[in-house]
C-alpha cells in the first residue's frame, strides 16, 4: 500500500500530461464539430421544405395543377437550360438590375455625402427626400408609365430608385459617425476639408457604406423581379407572369428557383465583400 502511494504523485503527474496533450486534439475536434454545423444549419429549413414538398407530391397531398413535383420543375429548368431561353433571359435581368443599381448607388452616395457632410444641404434636402422615399416602389409606376412609357427607362429608373435610398442613408450616417477625435488630428497637421474627406472621412464610412450596398442590391433584386412582372416582355420575372398566364406552374416554379439562387449567391458575395472591408478597417476607424 505504501509503495502504491509512493507511486501515486507520478501517476497522476502521467494522467495529467496525457490529457494536457489530448485537451488541444478534442478542443479542435470540437471546433470542427461547430463549424459544420454552423454551415450547415441555414439549410435545414430549406432541406425540410423540399422533403415536405417531393414527399407531399409524392402521396398525393397537393394536386400537380397546383403545386408540381420537383422533378417536374428539374426537368423544366433543363429544358429552359437547352434553349437558351433560361441564359437570354438571366443575362436581360442582370443587364437591367447592375445598370439601375449601378446608377442608383452612385446617386445615393454623393446625396448621402452631401447631407452628412453639410449641415445646410441636410435643412434643404432631407425633409424632402424623407417624404419621397416614403412612396414605395410600386407607388411610382402609374406616374412613371404616363412620363416615361413601358419600355427599358421605366426599368432602369425604378430600380435605381430602389437602391438609391439605403446607399443615401447609409452613407450619411457613415459620414455622421466619423470619430471626432481623428477629425480634431487631421484639423492640427493642416488637413484641407477635402483631406479630411479623403482620408478620414470616408475610411470611416467604409463599413456603414458597404452595409447599404448589399441591402441595396437586394432591393434592387426586388424591384426587377416586381417590375419585370408588371411590365415586361423579357427577363426571368416575365417568366413567371408567362408561365402563369399559361397556367404552367412548373415554368413559374423554375423561375422562381433561379431568381432566389441568384439574389442568394449576390447577397452571399456582398455579405463577404462587407465582412472583409470591416476585418481590413483600420483600428482607429473602429468605434
Known amino acids: 500500500m505504501s509503495k502504491a502511494i509512493d507511486q501515486w504523485p507520478a ?39 423540399f422533403t415536405l414538398w417531393s414527399i407531399g407530391c409524392a402521396r398525393g397531398w397537393i394536386a400537380p395543377q397546383i403545386l408540381p413535383p420537383p422533378q417536374q420543375v428539374f426537368d423544366t429548368l433543363y429544358e429552359l437550360a437547352i434553349s437558351g431561353d433560361l441564359a437570354r433571359n438571366t443575362l436581360v435581368s442582370l443587364q437591367r438590375v447592375l445598370v439601375g443599381f449601378g446608377v442608383g448607388a452612385l446617386a445615393g452616395f454623393f446625396i448621402g455625402a452631401a447631407l452628412g457632410l453639410s449641415r445646410t444641404v441636410e435643412a434643404y434636402v432631407l425633409p ?26 421605366l426599368k432602369y429608373i425604378l430600380i435605381a430608385h430602389a437602391a438609391l435610398v439605403p446607399v443615401t442613408l447609409s452613407t450619411m450616417q457613415g459620414v455622421r459617425n466619423t470619430p471626432a477625435t481623428l477629425d480634431e488630428v487631421a484639423r492640427v497637421f493642416g488637413y484641407s476639408r477635402l483631406q479630411r474627406v479623403v482620408y478620414i472621412v470616408l475610411p470611416a464610412a467604409v463599413p456603414m457604406l458597404a452595409t447599404g450596398v448589399r441591402l441595396a442590391f437586394t432591393k434592387a433584386w426586388l424591384a426587377l423581379v416586381v417590375v419585370e412582372l408588371v411590365a415586361s416582355s423579357e427577363g426571368l420575372g416575365y417568366l413567371i407572369v408567362y408561365g402563369r398566364q399559361l397556367f404552367q406552374l412548373d415554368l413559374v416554379m423554375a423561375s422562381v428557383v433561379i431568381v432566389g439562387a ?17 476585418r481590413g478597417q483600420p483600428s482607429a476607424f473602429r468605434e
Open 128 to 153: 424632402a427626400f424623407n417624404a419621397l422615399v416614403q412612396i414605395p416602389v410600386l407607388g411610382w409606376l402609374p406616374f412613371l408609365l404616363l412620363l416615361v412609357g413601358v419600355g427599358e427607362p
Open 262 to 278: 441568384i439574389g442568394f449567391a449576390i447577397n452571399r458575395a456582398l455579405d463577404a465583400l462587407e465582412a472583409r472591408l470591416r
Open 11 to 49: 501517476i497522476t503527474k502521467h494522467a495529467t500530461s496525457d490529457q494536457a496533450q489530448a485537451s488541444p486534439a478534442s478542443e479542435q475536434v470540437q471546433r470542427r464539430v461547430r463549424a459544420i454545423v454552423w454551415h450547415l444549419a441555414p439549410w435545414l429549413l430549406p432541406a425540410a421544405l
